[in-house]
């Protein structure tokens, strides 16, 4: 869904570890998206927010969340490499984001940090594979960051030049394709409601 203010994208952190590393890394792709004049973001931190465990009953920060994604063009899923996988963070979120999904039918953009050299490709493809499941657009190019602990400094900021630009290529990555895909197809609809039917037969004249 587009707003009338432009494109709304949710971030969502996959570590809740004091000081973690995926927090910083989505911090910068949370920073690209604001200096997007057509775009605005919303952290969600599970760390702060009550996700309770599957069968446990639905929580007030749960639904809330729901409802902010339903309203979202696009989701931002950052986790961390944990025991060759997704972090259990990360699944307790989508547990709580209904069933069927709300992340049903939504572009959704994916980074991995990981301590180790082979980076975070397993917790990626992981991930995949259950946003797939539940019906979200996974979109291409997930971003894997290897040997993370050196690559940041304690305030947060990026130390390698080449490694901050392709976090921040998730944001583009994101936004390139909303606004390629799903803003032309809102366009059209919010048209075709209002009645401006002229470019339509324009269209079938020439076909
Ligand atoms: C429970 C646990 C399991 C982990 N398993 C892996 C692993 O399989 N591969 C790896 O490269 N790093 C692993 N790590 C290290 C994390 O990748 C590292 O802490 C990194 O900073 C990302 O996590 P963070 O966002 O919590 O900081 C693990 C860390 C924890 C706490």
């Known amino acids: 869904m587009m707003h009338k203010q432009g494109i709304h994208i949710v971030a969502v952190t996959g570590s809740v570890r004091p000081g973690n590393f995926t927090s910083k890394a989505l911090a910068l792709v949370v920073d690209e998206i604001k200096q997007q004049p057509d775009a605005r973001v919303k952290r969600i931190d599970p760390a702060t927010t009550d996700l309770p465990l599957p069968g446990k009953g639905q929580s007030e920060d749960a639904k809330q969340i729901q409802k902010l994604i339903s309203e979202a063009s696009g989701v931002v899923l950052a986790t961390p490499e944990y025991h060759g996988s997704y972090s259990s963070v990360i699944k307790l979120f989508i547990e709580n984001m209904g ?7 939504k572009p959704v953009a994916l980074l991995g940090v990981a301590a180790g050299q082979i980076g975070a490709i397993k917790a990626l493809e992981h991930l995949r594979s259950v946003c797939s499941h539940i019906g979200a657009i996974v979109l291409p190019g997930p971003v894997s960051v290897a040997g993370v602990q050196r690559l940041f400094d304690e305030q947060g ?13 998730v944001a583009t990555t994101l936004l390139d394709y909303i606004r390629r895909t799903v803003c032309p197809r809102v366009a059209l609809e919010e048209m075709a409601r209002r009645g401006e039917t002229k470019w339509m037969q324009v269209v079938s004249a020439r076909s």
């Open 99 to 105: 069933f069927p999904s709300v992340l049903a039918g």
């Open 157 to 169: 900021r990026c130390l390698d030049e080449p490694t901050e630009k392709r976090i921040r290529g």
